[in-house]
């Protein structure tokens, strides 16, 4: 079985400052990760996600992440945020032997503040 | 729009009573997915179609739930005797095949009161 645990349930950061949004997950076999994004009566968008090869991933909007496997942690970060980034951020992983499900965690709520 | 769309996007019902909700994924899409969002949680799997063969369903999956995809295009989604329980976003998801990307509609929510 697989979980993802996101360590923050709101992030609130200046304009144009840096962000990190944590995420930590457990899973017995491998696991494909992955980061989505909900803006305010949207649905969920993919920012980006890590299959194999390079631990670093960049997606969508400026956003990067950077897989862990000995912590175990796939965290988001974005050197400079905008007012337009607000939204609820989703960590979630799929295992590879699933064809199916994805475990997300439970959200960040990021706030940017002018 | 070819976006995966969701009707309706609100629903308010009393319980006890029964609910349907309908998923239309995108076109050529043959994997359909169905999520559950509490308020302050991620979305939950319920239950995947690929075509018209429901493949898998999640413990959370009462039988008071019922999903089909009868031609392997929308789907439909019905709740009986609702509880207050119930409440939640609803959210469908599609994909081309299960290695590709689940591409999510904006949902319907439900109100059970």
């Known amino acids: 079985a697989q979980s993802v645990t996101q360590l923050d349930s709101q992030v609130p950061v200046f304009e144009e400052a840096p962000v990190e949004l944590r995420c930590n997950y457990s899973s017995s076999v491998s696991v494909y990760l992955f980061w989505y994004v909900q803006y305010p009566n949207q649905g969920l968008q993919l920012l980006l996600k890590?299959?194999?090869?390079?631990?670093l991933v960049k997606g969508i909007n400026g956003f990067e992440a950077e897989f862990n496997k000995s912590q175990t942690s796939f965290h988001l970060r974005k050197p400079s945020v905008h007012i337009s980034d607000t939204a609820e951020y989703f960590c979630?992983?799929?295992?590879?032997?699933?064809?199916?499900?994805?475990?997300f965690g439970s959200g960040t709520r990021l706030s940017i503040r002018p | 729009d070819t976006g995966v769309s969701q009707n309706p996007r609100h629903k308010i019902t009393k319980r006890g009573q029964n609910v349907t909700f309908r998923c239309d994924p995108i076109?050529?899409?043959?994997?359909l997915y169905w999520y559950r969002q509490t308020l302050g949680q991620g979305p939950e799997f319920l239950t995947y179609?690929?075509?018209?063969?429901?493949?898998?369903k999640s413990r959370l999956l009462s039988d008071r739930f019922s999903a089909e995809r009868p031609k392997g295009s929308f789907s439909t989604l019905e709740i009986q005797r609702t509880e207050q329980g119930d409440s939640a976003m609803y959210l469908c998801a599609s994909s081309l095949n299960e290695n590709n990307e689940q591409f999510f509609g904006p949902g319907t929510r439900l109100t059970v009161l």
């Open positions: 890590y299959l194999s090869g390079s631990t």
């Open positions: 179609f690929q075509n018209e063969a429901q493949l898998e």
């Open positions: 076109s050529e899409h043959n994997r």
């Open positions: 979630a992983v799929r295992a590879y032997s699933s064809a199916s499900k994805i475990i």
